[in-house]
């Protein structure tokens, strides 16, 4: 309706330079527009961030030029600076229009508040604070707690280990109380606490992931769900995820990840089970691994035992075996469920992981695929005092650099140290130290 009227008004103005001018002062043709400089169908802002979009026209014969935003006009001429103080989804509208004819230019501008960087997902200190989400720009600039200034009165579970971005919304896995929360990636407002719905579900969180627009699965002390993300609802236990024991440790599930037409879960006794993406049956059990999972870049997906590397091929669901050399192997926690030490690179094919020196984890080491030499010696570490933390590690996905969170005893303190390492050389690239009790779980890169 706002549209037609914007047009009517246009042509309601040529009608009167018609009246007076002759035929042959008219346009001889309608106006074509050729691009929009920095137009992105679907790009990003951030609240408070400008952008300007500046037409360019192939014809632009007595036309006039209206820019609408969600329906509104909100500037004349060919140019137009778009400054969003709120966060959402709009729609941008250039239309040209002379008595002959018009043509437009449409797209969405995403605006959110947190634009870029990465988010550390925090366990809290066990029986004094709960978990927490900290932002950061870079790796030099902290803005914590970024959940709970979102959402006045409210707070995320008890040791927060686990997050995931999918769809539009971040997903927050804790070990007890608000144990799945669903808080949307533009502007961090919660959506929503997790409701078991099957039996079994309300057992202690330990991971999602995304499987389609409408689900997801949620692995936990107690095996795997599906969830529904529109009434965030459990609505289905996937049979066999409890593992052969059924009970105690044996029930556990770790990571899990969709695949091509497979859904991935890792039973911590069992290993990698297989369920179809389509119906949610088992499949096959398909190796021994608990620790998981991560993509290389030639696209295959891995998994560990500790000593050895399983390489997925998500299609054929065939396996190749790589041991590790003898005194290596992936780190896993095996007194307190933490995500995997475990990162792939995206500038090459290859692989990270953390390794332990008795109870300490210190080293990183890189597998570049095939080349069993890459793990003659430690690809990066940090100094007497630096002991990784709950996942420890992650990849920059636009650097390829290394992220490493430390703290300075082995089991967590209030010494943390944010660390990039250059991703091809291991060199130590900036540091960030900060002093809280929050306990790093894991990295997520804000993409």
């Given amino acids: 309706m706002k549209k037609s009227k914007v047009f009517a008004v246009l042509l309601a103005a040529f009608a009167l330079v018609m009246v007076s001018c002759s035929k042959e002062d008219g346009p001889s043709s309608a106006p074509q527009i050729g691009e929009v400089e920095n137009a992105v169908d679907g790009m990003k802002l951030k609240t408070g961030e400008s952008v300007t979009f500046s037409a360019r026209m192939v014809c632009e014969d007595q036309a006039s030029f209206a820019w609408l935003l969600d329906g509104d006009k909100v500037a004349e001429g060919k140019t137009y600076t778009f400054t969003p103080?709120?966060?959402?989804?709009?729609?941008?509208?250039?239309?040209?229009?002379?008595?002959?004819g018009r043509d437009e230019v449409k797209f969405s501008v995403n605006v959110v508040k947190y634009k870029g960087g990465f988010f550390i997902v925090n366990e809290g200190s066990f029986g004094r604070t709960m978990g927490t989400v900290d932002y950061f720009a870079d790796a030099s600039s902290r803005t914590p707690a970024v959940y709970k200034a979102a959402n006045p009165g409210k707070e995320l579970g008890n040791t927060t280990d686990y997050g995931a971005l999918w769809n539009g919304n971040y997903y927050f896995v804790s070990k007890q109380g608000r144990k799945l929360v669903k808080a949307s990636a533009a502007d961090f407002k919660d959506q929503g606490e997790f409701t078991p719905g099957v039996q079994g579900a309300d057992a202690d969180g330990r991971s999602f992931a995304g499987v389609d627009a409408n689900h997801g699965v949620y692995t936990t002390a107690n095996g795997a769900y599906i969830v529904d993300l529109n009434t965030f609802t459990g609505i289905k236990y996937l049979e066999g995820s409890?593992?052969?024991?059924?009970t105690g440790m044996s029930a556990q599930c770790g990571a899990a990840v969709t695949e091509g037409d497979y859904i991935f879960v890792i039973n911590i006794k069992d290993g990698v089970l297989v369920y179809s993406k389509a119906d949610y049956s088992f499949i096959k059990n398909l190796c021994p691994a608990h620790i998981g999972f991560v993509k290389s870049k030639d696209g295959s997906l891995w998994a560990s035992d500790g000593g050895s590397?399983?390489?997925?091929?998500?299609?054929?669901?065939?396996?190749?075996?790589?041991?590790?050399?003898?005194?290596?192997?992936?780190?896993?926690?095996?007194?307190?469920?933490?995500?995997?030490?475990?990162a792939a690179s995206s500038s090459e094919n290859a692989l990270f992981f953390g390794c332990a020196d008795g109870y300490e984890v210190k080293k990183i080491y890189k597998y570049e695929i095939g080349n069993a030499s890459s793990l003659s010696q430690p690809f990066a570490q940090g100094g007497a005092t630096d002991f990784l933390y709950g996942a420890g590690i992650q990849v920059d996905p636009s650097t390829g650099d290394v992220l490493a969170s430390f703290t300075g005893v082995s089991w967590g303190d209030n010494k943390n140290k944010l660390v990039v390492f250059d991703g091809k050389t291991g060199a130590e690239k900036s540091r960030f130290e900060y002093e809280e009790y929050v306990f790093p779980a894991m990295i997520i890169f804000n993409d």
């Fill in 242 to 246: 409890k593992g052969s024991g059924t």
């Fill in 85 to 100: 103080d709120k966060t959402g989804s709009f729609e941008v509208v250039f239309i040209a229009v002379n008595s002959i």
């Fill in 309 to 342: 590397l399983y390489r997925i091929n998500t299609s054929s669901l065939s396996v190749v075996k790589t041991d590790l050399p003898e005194g290596l192997s992936v780190y896993t926690d095996q007194w307190a469920w933490k995500p995997a030490m475990f």
